[in-house]
T-cell receptor, first 113, second 113 residues
Framework: GNSVTQMEGPVTLSEEAFLTINCTYT??????LFWYVQYPGEGLQLLLK?????DKGSNKGFEATYRKETTSFHLEKGSVQVSDSAVYFC????????????FGQGTRLTINP | DGGITQSPKYLFRKEGQNVTLSCEQN?????MYWYRQDPGQGLRLIYY???????QKGDIAEGYSVSREKKESFPLTVTSAQKNPTAFYLC????????????FGSGTQLSVL
């Protein structure tokens, strides 16, 4: 079946550090891949997405590249800020339908000043 | 401002009691979804609806029921048959049936007394 595995959290970094949150997936077919972010006390928001191999999604300084050969979609940011503290979810969709979104378990990120 | 409103923010259920979680959206979205979020786990799909008066079971529908009498509203009832209801419940919507970008509400935390 389809599944998403994220690196376990929590992750704690200092401001301006480099961030990587690993995400790997198992899927039949050719999935679209997503990163959603959940800020404290809020619902999830779409952060970025990629729909085919070698695509790079980017938003707010975050980037993730769709790597078919390693079945990965790692999230990166060159210099994190305190305001980036949140829970990050990797997700995939294998059909044209949000109802088929499969989420990873989430990674809690805390940035200290 | 357009968005998704979930209420209440916190809800307590007694043994044997049914409780209903409200979800309203003014985004004119066709599709709506209910997810359950447990600590350390990803989101799991309970029910979804692609159009008024129609809905489908997700991965963990047992012990839950929904209705979609209006485009704007998709209430979730947690019945007494759900033996482990304590969780964070998230409602979402998308622009069309099959849209990949979900817009989320801020969630309802349900606890058992």
């Amino acid at each position: 079946g389809n599944s998403v595995t994220q690196m376990e959290g929590p992750v704690t970094l200092s401001e301006e550090a480099f961030l990587t949150i690993n995400c790997t997936y198992t899927a039949t077919g050719y999935p679209s891949l997503f990163w959603y972010v959940q800020y404290p006390g809020e619902g999830l928001q779409l952060l970025l997405k990629a729909t085919k191999a070698d695509d790079k999604g980017s938003n707010k300084g975050f980037e993730a590249t769709y790597r078919k050969e390693t079945t990965s979609f790692h999230l990166e940011k060159g210099s994190v800020q305190v305001s980036d503290s949140a829970v990050y979810f990797c997700a995939l969709s294998t059909v044209q339908g949000a109802q088929k979104l499969v989420f990873g378990q989430g990674t809690r990120l805390t940035i200290n000043p | 401002d357009g968005g998704i409103t979930q209420s209440p923010k916190y809800l307590f259920r007694k043994e044997g009691q049914n409780v209903t979680l409200s979800c309203e959206q003014n985004l004119n979205h066709d599709a709506m979804y209910w997810y359950r979020q447990d600590p350390g786990q990803g989101l799991r799909l309970i029910y979804y609806s692609q159009i008024v008066n129609d809905f489908q079971k997700g991965d963990i529908a047992e012990g839950y029921s929904v209705s979609r009498e209006k485009k704007e509203s998709f209430p979730l009832t947690v019945t007494s048959a759900q033996k482990n209801p304590t969780a964070f419940y998230l409602c979402a919507s998308s622009t069309r049936a099959g849209g990949e970008k979900l817009f989320f509400g801020s969630g309802t935390q349900l606890s058992v007394l």
